[in-house]
């Protein structure tokens, strides 16, 4: 096993980082310019283990696809330019790889595999493959189709009027992908918004998207044409350091250029609510608006996270749980039974990493409950469970920590965010 990473107390974080581009649109970015007809670019692009998964998917299926950095160029056939891959496509840790895929492969008349790794054979993929199925694809795999590996070939797909029981945007997307391959409209309606980067991205591509309250349809046989993306920075690793902005003593962060789409900014809502002193200032708008967001040492009270709020901010949870151990009074996290089928049950390995290091937190069905304010002791190990964002919450709580902290499997990071520790770092030696 590798070795762990001891993280010591910080006494303050000063400066200005740029966190790198938004996961979700990358992922996006990449498969739309694949399906498209022409050229792609893409600026800022994620280079995390995660996009770099579906690069190296779509470029098993015959894609002409260049990365250099973040910048990546694209030379798209159209859905037809994809080939049969002579091997198994491999989506490593990455679930929205897994059923955005999906929805293409669901509608190509090929055969492919998919493999992941140990966390993504335990996620539900039945919530695609059952709607998939429904419009005419072929799916097996473990348990009825229902885990990876799975096994496809695409079909003749039917439209669908799909009412999903989860606002998730992978489940969602997952269908307007293969509607898109359907006669007639599909139409996928959520309970609850869920982030619409699919949405605004299919635009930028030239597809017609008709949205309707909770509902969003496409009609079927529409081409998608290259286009030129600028990927915003990614709120969600931007909300790793704006809590650590707000709970570490005489600190002061800026953070440029983060992506700020309103099903996103459900942590804005948040630090706002508890009293965190920030300031959100408006910079560039491409196919999504932008920020730079400032951030410092705060008075936090308690707050309640349920509802609606819950899809806007699904990925933050561990970080704002770290947070609400900083906040005066109890922070309670409802309606979020989704942590359970993350990259790790995100409620057990946040509660039970929390509690090791002397946070007051509790599990319930849907959340926890956090006491505060807490004084986080540390002195002990502590595991990412290889979940990067249980990774990057345990680092941050190490800062706060009285006694050194050991984490192990602290290289997840990379799925998300790389240059996390530089970061991290880098704000620790400014004054
Ligand atoms: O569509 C996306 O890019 C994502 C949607 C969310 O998942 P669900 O759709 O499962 O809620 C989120 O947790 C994940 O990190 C990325
Ligand atoms: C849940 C996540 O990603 P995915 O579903 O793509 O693995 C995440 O990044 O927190």
Redesign the pocket.
Known sequence: MNQGLVLTKKHSLNGTIEVPGD?SISHRAVMFGAIAEGKTTIQNFLTGE?CLSTISCFKEMGVSIKQEGTNVTIEGKGFSGLKEPVNILNVG?????TRLMLGILAGRPFHACIIGDESIAKRPMDRVTAPLRQMGAHIDGRNNGSFTPLSLRGGNLKSIYYKSPVASA?VKSSILLAGLQADGTTTVEEPYQSRDHTERLLSAFGVHVKKQNLTVSVEGGQTLKGANIYVPGDI?SAAFFLVAGAIVPDSSIKLKNVGINPTRTGILDVLENMGAEIEIIPTLDSAEPMADISVRTSELKGTEISGELIPRLI?EIPIIALLATQAEGTTVIKDAEELKV??TNRIDTVVGELKKLGADIEATNDGMIIRGKTKLKGGTNVSSHGD??IGMMLAIASTICEEPVELMQHEAVS??YPAFFDHLNLLSKTI
């Open positions: 996961k995660d840790n990455s679930g929205t790889t992978q969600s990925d993350k990259e990067h964002r799925v998300s």
